[in-house]
């Protein structure tokens, strides 16, 4: 078991490594002049001495090890539109509201996508089967930047239901929570009714049912702990679909988190963020897909003999 | 006592073809058909996204307006019988900016799995059909290309690339294929060790004849489903993209631009965004459907 994490642990380090290493090479593809419009018409000499002070007269090699360097020690640089701010400081400022969004909306979409599959996967091929499979298939096909602007006209701004946007009180939440789930529930539904399908014909469940246990008690005890097990698998998906979801989600509602820190870097070319924020959130995906591994590991040790996912 | 007559009891008569197959016999494809036609949903989301793909081909062509030209006397009107779905705030006709925006990305929808589907297969195919170190070699090196995420990589790509369409394409290529190399590799090392392949071998067959000849085809169900699942992704991708603004940029229309164009125009303005939404929606919806159901017709194994 410690050998496959170890070895886990080296393939995230290499990934960490491989995004870096790119972001650093983009960076240096951009044209024109680092210090910008003004830099331009600069002496030389002050040019030269500028370029010094940033370490931009060595090699590209030594800027190379400088900056992996800083990243490894967790400083992602200082915005490129606003000298004052650094990477570091805007994802301490708006990290957290990006995170209670995201935590939020997975409560729910845990809640209504288990609950969404065991009752499909216990009326297979019925009308109930159906209808929350089609629902399932709809959150897969409408993604959440279709159903974040629907959610907040009609909600919102027709029926003036629940606020429209911003990020004040406790009903500010449940709007974006709900457009960030939409993604999540289907994914984990599907997933759940495939799981609990192949439980249901295992031998153990047809001795529950001629027990006599009620269909309740067959699902909570039985079926449920061998069904989730596989659930754990989709969590790297589930990962990569809430935080593509927050950048959407809180554009439209104007969550001052993170996923909108990073959309308005995008639109007014703040390289330094961007690239900053990008390795931000490479970092945890990457983390959450180790951690993923490493569960799945544990729970299922065909999967850590072979070594492969 | 009932009585039983003789006549119930007489020598069955013989019939010359009792053994003949009444039904004609069907080939894989013409049994993968049969079933995809009996699943209701799967071909509603067939034609629908014919009738969508016809609509991207033809409507921009026969449309009185273009896409880009901008009728200033024309601006925001709902939609009509000269505007299907009205204008936008240039006085654009929306009916052609959405079968064009549908034309651009089924058109990247497409180009990506096509990419997918050449590199995607070539590495897993020589990847699991060589086996030993060359595979583990690629594998290590897919495996690493995997755990990158696909969006944020390309979101710093075109970002200091330019957006545009070959960028988002470039983009998806870049990682796009790892899924479907895994995909090949796992089936071509389940067929690679039946006695088929051997007998090839034996006979003097080279690699790649027995790469294209004899293992492609045993695959080829699984990636044809796998590419109605990349063409809806990449889909995805490029209005992803053109929402959050690295995407396909103004005035070329893109449905991801038509969308988010649509979301911040939508309070009084509605249809902006009502009707690129309902086209974007139905394409994936449609692939989504139709790729459950080449599942299930094209690998009956699979099914429950």
Redesign the interface.
């Known amino acids: 078991m410690l050998k496959y994490v170890l070895r886990r642990f080296v ?2 380090l ?2 960490l490594w ?2 870096i290493t ?2 650093f090479f ?2 240096k ?2 044209p024109g002049n680092p210090f910008g419009e003004v830099a331009a018409k600069l002496p030389p000499e002050n040019l030269k001495i500028l370029r010094e002070q940033y370490g931009l007269d060595k090699p590209e090699w030594q800027q190379y090890l400088k900056y992996i360097g800083h990243v490894a020690q967790g400083d992602l640089g200082v915005s490129y539109q606003f000298p004052t701010r650094s990477v570091v400081d805007v994802i301490k400022q708006s990290f957290p509201a990006s995170l209670e969004l995201g935590i939020e909306s997975l409560i729910f979409a845990v809640i209504v996508g288990l609950l969404l599959g065991i009752f499909a996967a216990l009326k297979h091929n019925k009308a109930g089967d159906y209808s929350a499979m089609f629902i399932a ?2 959150g ?4 959440s ?2 159903v ?3 959610l ?2 009609l909600l919102g ?1 027709k029926w003036h239901i629940l606020p429209a946007g911003l990020w004040q009180g406790p009903e500010h939440r449940i709007l974006p929570a709900l457009a960030l789930s939409f993604g999540t529930i289907a994914i984990l539904a599907r997933m759940m009714r495939a799981s609990m ?1 192949e439980v249901s014909s295992l031998d153990y469940i047809k001795t529950a049912k001629s027990k006599g246990l009620t269909t309740w008690k067959i699902v909570t005890s039985h079926m449920l702990r061998n069904a989730i097990l596989p659930v754990i698998t989709i969590l790297g998906p589930i990962a ?1 679909n809430v ?2 979801g927050t ?2 989600v809180e ?2 509602f104007s969550v001052p988190g993170l996923g909108y820190q990073f ?1 308005t870097s ?2 007014t ?1 703040d ?1 330094t963020m ?2 900053g924020l ?1 390795i931000f ?2 970092a945890i ?2 983390i959450v ?1 180790f951690l993923t591994d490493i569960a799945y590991g544990f729970v299922d040790p065909r999967i850590r003999m072979s070594g ?1 996912r | 006592m009932e009585i039983i007559s003789k006549d119930k009891f007489q020598p069955a008569e013989k019939t010359t073809n009792a053994e003949s197959i009444v039904r004609p016999s069907l080939n894989y494809w013409q049994d993968a058909w049969r079933r995809l036609r009996s699943n209701k949903l799967a071909m509603v989301g067939l034609v629908v996204l014919i009738l969508l793909t016809l609509l991207a081909i033809v409507a921009p062509f026969v449309s009185k307006f273009d896409y880009e030209t901008q009728y200033l006397k024309d601006i925001d009107l709902k939609p009509s019988m000269t505007h299907f779905f009205g204008t936008d705030d240039f006085g654009r006709d929306l009916w052609t900016r959405v079968w064009w925006g549908t034309r651009i990305s089924l058109f990247i929808g497409l180009v990506a799995a096509s990419i997918d589907l050449v590199v995607g297969v070539l590495y897993g195919g020589i990847s699991a059909y060589f086996g030993g170190r060359v595979d583990n070699v690629m ?1 290590r090196i897919i ?2 290309i995997y ?3 696909l ?3 390309a ?3 075109i ?2 690339l330019g957006p545009g369409i070959k960028s988002i394409i470039i983009a998806y290529a870049l990682t796009g294929w790892v899924g479907m190399a895994r995909l090949v590799r796992g089936q071509v090392l389940l067929v690679k060790e039946q006695e088929f392949v051997l007998a090839a071998r034996t006979l003097g067959a080279k690699p790649a004849r027995i790469i294209l000849q004899h293992l492609i085809p045993n695959v080829i169900g699984l990636i044809i489903v796998q590419i109605t699942f990349i063409v ?1 992704t990449a889909i ?1 991708f490029e ?2 993209l053109s ?4 995407g396909i940029k103004p005035p070329m229309a893109s449905l ?1 631009n038509l ?2 164009d ?2 911040h125009y ?2 009084y303005q ?1 249809h902006r ?1 009502i009707f690129p ?1 309902i086209v ?2 139905l394409i ?2 449609s692939f ?2 139709l790729g ?1 159901g080449l599942r299930d017709a094209l690998d009956p194994k699979m099914r ?1």
């Open positions: 393939y995230m290499i990934t491989v995004i790119a972001t983009l960076m593809l951009l298939l709809i897969i096909s409408v993604p930047f279709v974040a602007p629907l907040s006209y701004n399908l990569v935080i593509t950048l959407v554009s439209v959309v995008i639109t070319l390289y961007i690239t990008t959130y490479a995906l990457i897909m492969r | 594998q495996e690493v755990s990158i995420p969006l944020l990589l979101i710093i790509l970002v200091f809806p995805f209005a992803f929402f959050i603004g690295v991801g969308i988010n649509g979301a939508m309070r509605p965004l939404t974007f929606s994936l919806l989504n459907v459950d429950k």
